[in-house]
C-alpha cells in the first residue's frame, strides 16, 4: 500500500504552519533536503505534507510531482493552495510571532515578492483565502510615578468665558498674596477648562477632595466674598502645548462659576504663545500633595 503526499503551497505568512497543526498534524512533515526519506515514508504508507516555496512555481512543482509518481507509482498526491494575495501575506509577515529568526518579516516578505510572481496554482485546484491577523496588541504604557500617583481629568478649553477677565483683575488685586503661598510670580489671569466628568467635580474640590496643595484663608484675599481659595498642583498637557506644563488648579469655596469649569494659574501665558483655541483638548493631571518630613 502507497501512501499519501499533501502539497501545502501559499506565500510566507499565508497560514501554512497554522493549516498542518490544526488539518494535518498526523502526517509527517519533511523538507525538500528529505526527499530520501519521502519517498520511503510513502512506499511504507505513510501520509506526508510537504511545503516547499519552491513547488509554487510549476516549473519546479510539475517535474518533482513526476519523479515521486514515477518512484511510487500508486501514491496519492493532493494539493493545499492559498490566494497569491501578496499584501495581505507580508501584512501577516510584518505581525506574526511565530518566526523568531525573522522578527520583522523582512527575509520572508523578499522571497515572496520573487515567488508570488510565478505562483500558478495547480489545475483544478480552489485556492484559500488568507486569514489578515490582527496587529500585536500594545503594552499598557507604563506610568511614570507622577502620572501613578495623580488624578487625571480629560476637558475641553473654554476661552469665551466672561468670568476669565474678572478673574484676571482679581488676580492682580492679590499678585503678592499668591506669591507667598504659591511660592512663584503667577500670571495675571486663569486658563479655564470645562471638564464634564466626574460631574461631582466643584463640590469634590469644594470639600477638599483631593487634599489641596496650597489654602489661601479667605480673609487674606482682597475683595474675596467667597470662601478660602484652594490650590491643587497638576500638569497640564494638550497636542498644541510642545511640553508638560506645571500650574495649578484654583478654586474659592463656594465659587459661582460655571458648573464642570475649573480655573487654571500657571507661571506664563499659555494662550497666546501657544495659539490655544476654544474647545482645544486637554488633559489635566492633579498630584497628590507630599507628605512633609
Known amino acids: 500500500m502507497s501512501g499519501k503526499l499533501t502539497l501545502v503551497l501559499g506565500l510566507a505568512g499565508s497560514g501554512k504552519s497554522h493549516y498542518f497543526e490544526n488539518h494535518l498534524s498526523g502526517y509527517n512533515r519533511l523538507f525538500d533536503g528529505n526527499y530520501a526519506e519521502l519517498l520511503g515514508l510513502l512506499r511504507s504508507g505513510k501520509y506526508c505534507v510537504l511545503t516547499e516555496l519552491k513547488y509554487m512555481n510549476p516549473a519546479n ?144 474640590l469644594d470639600a477638599r477632595r483631593p487634599m489641596p496643595s496650597v489654602i489661601i484663608p479667605k480673609a487674606e484675599m482682597v475683595g474675596n466674598v467667597r470662601g478660602d481659595g484652594h490650590g491643587w498642583a497638576c500638569t497640564l498637557r494638550g497636542p498644541k502645548l510642545p511640553r508638560d506644563t506645571a500650574c495649578w488648579i484654583f478654586r474659592r469655596v463656594g465659587s459661582t462659576v460655571s458648573r464642570g469649569i475649573i480655573e487654571l494659574l500657571a507661571v506664563e501665558e499659555l494662550v497666546r504663545p501657544n495659539q490655544l483655541d476654544d474647545k482645544d483638548p486637554v488633559t489635566i493631571l492633579i498630584h497628590r500633595p507630599q507628605p512633609t518630613r
Request: include cysteine; charged fraction near 20%; charge should be neutral.
Open 61 to 204: 512543482r510539475d517535474p518533482f510531482v513526476e519523479s515521486v509518481q514515477h518512484a511510487v507509482p500508486r501514491v496519492t498526491i493532493e494539493y493545499v493552495c492559498f490566494e497569491n494575495n501578496l499584501e495581505i501575506a507580508n501584512s501577516n509577515c510584518r505581525v506574526r510571532s511565530n518566526k523568531p529568526n525573522d522578527p520583522l518579516g523582512t527575509a520572508h516578505i523578499q522571497n515572496n515578492t520573487i515567488a508570488s510572481q510565478v505562483y500558478r496554482y495547480p489545475k483544478g485546484v480552489t485556492p484559500i483565502k488568507i486569514h489578515v491577523l490582527p496587529p500585536p496588541r500594545q503594552p499598557e504604557p507604563v506610568k511614570t510615578p507622577v502620572e501613578a500617583d495623580a488624578l487625571a481629568l480629560q476637558g475641553r478649553l473654554r476661552l469665551n468665558d466672561e468670568n476669565m477677565h474678572q478673574f484676571g483683575q482679581f488676580m492682580a488685586k492679590n499678585a503678592a498674596v499668591f506669591e507667598r503661598y504659591f511660592g512663584v510670580r503667577l500670571f495675571e489671569g486663569s486658563l479655564n477648562v470645562y471638564v464634564a466628568e466626574p460631574p461631582s467635580l466643584s463640590a469634590d
